[in-house]
């Protein structure tokens, strides 16, 4: 279950990062609202993984399903450039992940 957490956690990372760009320095009520609401549903996710994994490997893990997830909000939400040296590092990304979950 503690796996599951963070992968939401992550999830919900990626979320909050777009819904900040979208409250606009919180100029915009709606984004700025949700921003601190999805904010602290992804707290307390991580709160409930750090019961049982090491607090490296759960930040690791879900900074890198928030950035992978931001990237890909990025380029499908905000028409951001997508190619080959973007999809390494991805994956490079993507391998840590896998690999701390394995070990």
């Known amino acids: 279950m503690a796996w599951i957490n963070i992968l939401i956690a992550g999830l919900l990372e990626t979320i ?3 819904t900040l760009k979208w409250s606009n320095g919180f100029t915009n009520l709606l984004p700025t609202v949700a921003t601190i609401v999805v904010t602290l549903l992804s707290f307390f996710f991580l709160s409930q993984a750090l019961k049982t994994i090491p607090i490296g ?37 993507v391998i840590g992940v896998i690999g701390l979950r394995i070990v």
């Not at 900074?63 to 390494?88: C, K, M, N, P, Q």
């Open 16 to 18: 909050w990062a777009v």
């Open 57 to 93: 490997t759960t930040y690791a893990v879900l900074a890198g399903i928030g950035a992978i997830g931001t990237v890909i909000a990025d380029i499908v939400l905000f028409g951001e450039t997508y190619g080959i040296v973007r999809s390494v590092c991805i994956g490079l990304i």
